[in-house]
């Protein structure tokens, strides 16, 4: 109503084209009505960068410093939640997936003998032996949208000076990549589910049967969350997947170490592959956002940015703990990023890339 009224006045004010019709009508209008015409614009705005970020492609390459303005602008309109496309999304992974009964490896979904075929390599098979499977967790812990309110925290360098560490830590569930180190002010300190690289062990736990001292210090500061572990994507994962199973299990039994279901994975990946997500393996990240949207209530993203410099096009880190170096991802549009921003403006999940400000 509001909105036709102005714009048939601007019209009129076009119209005339006349410096005194134009004192005339901003004398009979009070400031709130100009106040209305900033917001029905800046609705007008909002709306159209929403739907074209909602049909965002992804880019081979892109204009840093336009894409920069538009997404800070859409980011400053009011976050619009849309219950149905999450349920609807749900619904698609449940189907498709199942994260609620299949994330995770268990005594449920796995037997005894059972043959596990390797996530990356369709030829590579492992045969699932008592001893492992009597330290399978019984069942999955998560069920569908049971998790209440879900914070994802990735490792970009975004996340320094942030601030939203307090609001990460008032979420119901939080997930977390890597070993990443956790610290009340940017990241909060609150972990629930932490994501093991196999290599990361690989490198830095070589003497973890002798000397478990340096691994259990590590893995302490997340209290009792559950440690996700990919042991069989790649050949090589296993090994170093299985000896974290068997030093940690006698020593933290409250911090269960679990596997990455490889047949939940290669579903989830054809199930992106399907929808054009081109990419030889989808991160971790990814998959655990993709398995939060099925089992938490509402998903919160923090740290996914795979620019070298953030909105206001200021350097930003790689990672936020550490020096190491930025992928070649740089300055091309990546894959995941892009859905990642769609199903931000569906309104299918909460993408924070800005600091959080303190109450
Ligand atoms: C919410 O999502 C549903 C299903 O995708 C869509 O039909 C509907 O238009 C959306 N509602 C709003 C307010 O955007
Ligand atoms: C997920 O798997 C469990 C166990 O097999 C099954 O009971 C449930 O119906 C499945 N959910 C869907 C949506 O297929
Ligand atoms: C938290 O981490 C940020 C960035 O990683 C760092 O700048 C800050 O000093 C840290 N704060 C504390 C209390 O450790
Ligand atoms: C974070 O804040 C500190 C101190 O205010 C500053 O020196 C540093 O450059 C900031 N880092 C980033 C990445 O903004
Ligand atoms: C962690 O688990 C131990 C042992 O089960 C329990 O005593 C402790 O209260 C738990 N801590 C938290 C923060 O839940």
């Not at 997340?222 to 090589?236: D, K």
């Not at 269960?256 to 199930?271: E, G, I, S």
Request: hydrophobic residues 40%; charged residues 20%.
């Amino acid at each position: 109503m509001a909105l036709v009224q102005w714009v048939f006045r601007l019209l009129v004010v076009l119209i005339v084209s006349q410096s005194v019709c134009v004192m005339f009508f901003y004398t009979l209008d009070t400031h709130s009505h100009g106040d209305a015409l900033t917001d029905s614009l800046q609705l007008l705005r909002c709306a159209r960068l929403r739907r074209r970020f909602s049909v965002l492609t992804p880019a081979k390459s892109l204009n840093m410093k336009k894409f920069s303005q538009e997404l800070s602008d859409f980011l400053n309109c009011p976050y619009k939640q849309n219950t149905s496309e999450q349920q609807f999304n749900r619904m698609r992974l449940q189907y498709c997936c199942n994260a609620t009964h299949s994330l995770i490896l268990t005594k449920r979904n796995t037997a005894v003998d059972h043959i596990i075929t390797y996530e990356t390599e369709g030829k590579r098979t492992y045969r699932v032996k008592a001893d492992l499977h009597k330290m399978l967790p019984e069942d999955s812990p998560w069920s569908a949208g049971a998790l209440g309110l879900c914070a994802v925290v990735g490792s970009s360098g975004i996340l320094k000076n942030s601030s939203c560490g307090r609001q990460i830590d008032s979420a119901d569930f939080v997930i977390r990549f890597n070993l990443a180190l956790v610290n009340d002010s940017d990241v909060g300190l609150k972990t629930d589910l932490m994501n093991i690289n196999p290599s990361q062990i690989l490198t830095q736990y070589k003497t973890m049967e002798q000397d478990p001292g340096p691994l259990v210090e590590r893995i302490s500061v997340y209290g009792n969350s559950s440690l996700i572990i990919p042991a069989f994507a790649y050949g090589f994962c296993t090994s170093p997947s299985l000896r974290v199973l068997r030093v940690l299990q006698p020593i933290r039994p409250q911090q269960p170490v679990v596997f990455f279901n490889p047949h939940y994975l290669r579903a989830l990946d054809r199930f992106w592959k399907w929808r054009g997500l081109k990419e030889p393996r989808l991160s971790s990240g990814f998959i655990l956002i993709s398995a939060a949207l099925e089992m938490c209530e509402h998903v919160h993203v923090y740290g996914f940015w795979p620019f070298g410099t953030d909105l206001q096009e200021n350097p930003v880190p790689y990672h936020y703990y550490d020096q190491s170096k930025p992928s070649p991802y740089m300055h091309r549009m990546p894959e995941e990023f892009v859905r990642l921003l769609q199903l931000h403006s569906q309104g299918a999940l909460t993408l924070h890339l800005q600091p959080c400000h303190t109450p």
